[in-house]
């Protein structure tokens, strides 16, 4: 038995769950978000706990029953207080600005990015070398924060591109330095 399947989902005060057409709907004050869920994976109601039960004990029925307890409860934990994370970007002339529905990143290429902010999530641009990012649902907050950084990661020389904030880039020694040492 899954160690972490067997564990109960705990439903947080101001979330709604409901289960339709093998389907787990979670609603929260900072948003909704669903989960089909597979055949062989039995998901119980009650009044402030979701059980996650496997039908059998075959690999495929294994290999999710975690899983979907672990996603089901950050459905739970994003209806009552969302998530968020946080870019930085670096480098001389490098900016982010938010137009429509779309974020612009001017990351020393000839031309600027354009990307589309997903319906779900709220971005924000505080100052331009800042981006915010919230939303209920932690796998589209995290995939678009990626998608972001993956337009100009930190380079190792000089530090320049996205990085997260708070996240450390080694630096490596140039050409000259290395042959010094």
Do not use: C, W
């Amino acid at each position: 038995m899954s160690r972490i399947g067997k564990q109960p989902v705990e439903i947080l005060p101001g979330v709604k769950v409901k289960i339709e057409n093998n389907t787990v709907l979670v609603e929260g004050p900072k948003g909704k978000t669903s989960l089909p869920i597979p055949r062989f994976i039995r998901v119980e109601l009650t009044a402030t706990q979701v059980i996650i039960k496997r039908d059998n004990d075959g690999k495929p029925a294994k290999s999710v029953h975690g899983t979907i307890r672990a996603i089901i409860k950050n459905m739970v934990i994003g209806a009552k207080d969302g998530y968020k994370k946080e870019l930085d970007i670096v480098g001389v002339g490098y900016k982010a600005q938010i137009k429509g529905k779309s974020i612009i990143l001017n990351v020393g290429f000839s031309h600027s990015v354009e990307m589309p902010i997903p319906a779900e999530l709220k971005v924000a641009v505080p100052t331009p070398t800042h981006i915010s990012i919230e939303g209920a649902d932690k796998q589209q907050v995290g995939e678009f924060s990626a998608k972001i950084r993956a337009v100009a990661k930190p380079e190792p020389y000089k530090g320049k591109g996205i990085r997260y904030t708070g996240e450390e880039v080694r630096k490596k020694l140039g050409k000259a330095l290395a042959k010094a040492a």
